[in-house]
């Protein structure tokens, strides 16, 4: 059983906003901290949000002021809230443990930013 599951993907415009969902399968609490990651073809799977165990976060600087990650233990979710999108924001979105663990990577969520 895959232990992440993305949703909340889709087309967006430019400037718009969009909140992915991750639901873990297992207590996040269980994890020293966990991140979102996003892949487009032909590039390494990029961190761009983290969340520590003792509440930090921290951002690529693409994203920064931009993105916001939270996460809610009792429902087991992290989110992470992308605002002012751009277009080079367009990727496969997927969130895993920091760092990741390569055999829970789940099927993602598209996020595509065009007019």
């Known amino acids: 059983q895959v232990p992440f599951v993305e949703s909340g993907g889709g087309l967006v415009q430019p400037g718009g906003s969009l909140r992915l969902s991750c639901v873990v399968s297992v207590s996040i609490r269980l994890f020293n901290a966990m991140g979102w990651y996003r892949q487009t073809p032909g590039k390494q799977r990029e961190l761009v949000a983290t969340?520590?165990?003792?509440?930090?976060?921290n951002y690529a600087d693409s994203v920064e002021g931009r993105f916001t990650i939270s996460r809610d233990n009792a429902k087991r979710t992290v989110y992470l809230q992308m605002d002012s999108l751009k277009p080079e924001d367009t990727a496969v979105y997927y969130c895993n443990n920091i760092p990741p663990y390569d055999a829970a990577w789940g099927q993602g969520t598209q996020v595509t930013v065009s007019s």
């Open positions: 969340f520590a165990r003792d509440g930090r976060t």
